[in-house]
């Protein structure tokens, strides 16, 4: 009783756990504040419960990182709980089977036992009075035997037991006169041997069969009590007084019968459990471990090492896993063998076709010059078409150009000549250069959050030749309307953003806009425009840094254009301190495709396919370990073009007006455009 009731006191709403528990389940909103705090580690403002939970979670940790990566473990642990859960119920029923059948047999031989006990004792009381009567004495000595009889009933009938049983006699009620004061073989204490409900069962005036029930016996000589089977009935002495008279069976052999069987299922059970989990870890490992093997292969094989192969032995269903499994990892080496081939060849091929075209090259532009100086002594239609020849040998050597350029990233000899500059002075150069194609379109540039230093370890060529991509594409598509140019920084990233309000793009186009030679229109000539490299060249650009170049657009509401680099060279990227999509967007706006108010379900704007999902994230402020690189924004050939020296000079720039090497700064993001909120790379 004690232990159950101390078992289920923290149930009770009054007890300490409970009670904040009844709290939280009480009120909804407290329920859901406790809920979050649990998961997301802690509570704003209590740093008292932050710590606790932190304590609580931090050795759980290691526990369910294990539990969750290891099936071994969880199969031999819900083997050992399932056999854990069967032995327990097995050992309830059968102890329960054990105990009735022993107190049955028990209850029956004490029955009979007793019943012939008060047969004896009514058979000796009639014969006593018939004696006794017969000799006419008087009422004193009548009382004198009746004493002396209750005391020789108490020790005959007690002695026929040997141990097996204890003979009691009570008075009925309070009456204690006459001799019939209790009286108990054994040193049995009888009032306290027998329980007060028995007694009133044994007095009823309705009872005249024996009644029973289970009792402790207590010894008056400090013996430890015992349990027993107390079975008792109302008789008369030889005067025709009642008594009552109890017969005492210890139950300690069935006790003893019934601990021997716990202790016996309990070692059987527990060998059990233990044996059923060796079982289960053994058929596991079998398992288990042909399937380790071949992830660990695969990672080898993802790492590239292709030759790799797994152990095959015998012939069931994990030896012909492990055979297609070699299979397949022989055929991928083939394909990729034969892939890169193709690719090696392709890249000789343009190598070597962008190197001999040069010589020819020269000699044509020598006589396209020749030409095209005296194209004044020529009728019209020949002068003409030498000013074309001329304009598209000019196109021709810009496309060779930037066919030599990719060749050299393909072939993974792209190397990045990194160093501390400010982005404001490059996109001053690019606006610069861009303003005259401007005018001509009718369009103005405007540059937004260069009031202060936007500074990082880049190849300022590199950089230059990304953004003035960017601010003429979105120029000649911009319709004749402003492109803003937006400078950022935060935490340990810079970005630039160029926005048009021209003709967009289309759903989908967002990503495939880095393509080579790639065009919204295929049906229409490459006439106009770039050579079609451009945006691949400036893709690649960004990855030898070790940043990001994304698009954005909607039709007909313009497009945006982000690089996003880190501050420090090798440092890894964690999102972006200006937001992709602007906020100037018509999703931002509430507006739909046509551009008016949206009524309906929401239609997000053109963006790229992310690959990580989630949304888009404020940039952090840096601090604690770098987290790990967007793979994304990693070079995507595999080529090893990340090739990023460190300065020379350690970080630091010649001094303008001493020649001196001084501290490169770090200037702290500041300003309205770096606290805008970043967006969390997923694209490209």
């Given at each position: ?382 002068a003409r078409s030498a000013e074309l020849l001329a304009d598209q040998l000019d196109r021709f050597e810009s496309l060779l150009a930037d066919l030599l350029e990719i060749s050299r990233f393909d072939a993974g000899a792209a190397a990045l000549e990194a160093e501390p500059i400010d982005l404001r002075e490059v996109v001053r150069r690019v606006v ?230 001084v501290p490169d700064p770090r200037p702290e993001p500041a300003g309205q455009d770096s606290t805008e909120a970043g967006e969390a790379f997923r694209g490209r």
């Open positions: 009783m004690s232990g159950d009731s101390a078992a289920s006191a923290p149930g009770r709403p009054g007890a300490g756990p409970g009670r904040a528990s009844g709290r939280g389940a009480g009120n909804p909103r407290r329920g859901r504040l406790f809920t979050a705090a649990l998961l997301s580690g802690g509570v704003q403002g209590s740093p008292v419960v932050r710590l606790f939970i932190r304590w609580v979670r931090r050795p759980l940790l290691p526990v369910m990182r294990l539990w969750r990566r290891n099936i071994q473990l969880r199969v031999v642990a819900t083997t050992l709980l399932m056999s854990l859960g069967v032995v327990l119920l097995l050992g309830f029923v059968v102890i329960g089977q054990v105990r009735n059948g022993l107190l049955d047999a028990k209850v029956k031989a004490s029955q009979s036992q007793a019943t012939g006990g008060f047969a004896v004792a009514r058979q000796s009381a009639d014969e006593t009075a018939a004696a006794t009567h017969g000799g006419n004495g008087a009422d004193g000595q009548q009382s004198q035997n009746v004493i002396q009889w209750m005391s020789d009933l108490v020790e005959s009938l007690s002695s026929g037991g040997s141990g097996a049983f204890d003979v009691v006699t009570l008075p009925v009620g309070d009456d204690s006169g006459g001799g019939r004061s209790p009286r108990g073989s054994g040193y049995v204490s009888p009032a306290e041997s027998v329980p007060a409900s028995l007694r009133d069962r044994v007095n009823s005036s309705s009872s005249t069969a024996a009644a029973q029930s289970y009792t402790r016996i207590v010894y008056s000589n400090r013996k430890d009590s015992q349990p027993a089977l107390v079975i008792g009935k109302q008789v008369n002495d030889p005067n025709g007084h009642p008594y009552e008279l109890y017969y005492l069976f210890p139950l300690t052999q069935e006790e003893k019968s019934l601990s021997l069987v716990k202790g016996t299922l309990a070692t059987a059970g527990l060998f059990v459990v233990v044996l059923l989990g060796a079982i289960a870890w053994l058929v596991v490992r079998q398992v288990v471990t042909p399937v380790r093997m071949a992830a660990g292969i695969a990672e080898r094989l993802s790492a590239g090492r292709l030759q790799e192969r797994m152990k095959v032995t015998g012939e069931d269903d994990i030896a012909r896993l492990g055979e297609a499994f070699n299979k397949m990892a022989q055929n991928l080496q083939l394909k990729i063998q034969q892939l890169e081939d193709l690719s090696r060849m392709q890249r000789r091929f343009v190598s070597d076709v962008s190197h001999e075209l040069r010589t020819p090259l020269t000699t044509v532009r020598m006589a396209a010059d020749v030409i095209h100086e005296a194209r004044e002594d020529f009728d019209p239609m020949t610069g250069g861009a303003e005259p194609l401007a005018e001509r379109k009718g369009s103005r540039i405007r540059v937004v959050g260069d009031l202060q230093p936007v500074v990082a370890e880049a190849d300022a060529r590199r950089v230059e030749r990304v953004l003035r991509n960017l601010v003429v594409n979105a120029v000649e598509h911009g319709d004749g309307k402003d492109v803003v140019v937006k400078l950022a920084s935060a935490g340990g990233a810079v970005a630039v953003a160029v926005r048009d309000y021209g003709v967009g793009l289309k759903p989908g186009e967002a990503t495939r806009v880095f393509s080579r030679f790639w065009r919204a229109d295929p049906a229409r000539a490459r006439t106009t425009g770039g050579t079609g490299l451009g945006l691949s060249i400036a893709l690649e650009d960004a990855r030898l840094h070790g940043g990001w170049l994304q698009a954005w657009g909607e039709p007909g509401g313009g497009s945006q254009f982000r690089l996003t680099l880190p501050r420090t060279a090798d440092e890894p990227l964690r999102g972006s301190p200006i937001p992709l999509e602007p906020k100037d967007s018509r999703r931002n706006r509430g507006l739909d495709d046509g551009g008016t108010p949206r009524g309906g379900a929401e239609k997000l704007a053109t963006v790229p396919v992310q690959q990580n999902g989630g949304n888009a994230s404020a940039l952090p402020p840096r601090q604690g370990a770098a987290p790990v690189a967007d793979p994304t924004a990693l070079p995507g050939n595999g080529n090893g073009n990340r090739v990023v020296p460190r300065p020379a000079n350690g970080g630091r720039r010649p001094d303008d007006r001493t020649g001196t090497q």
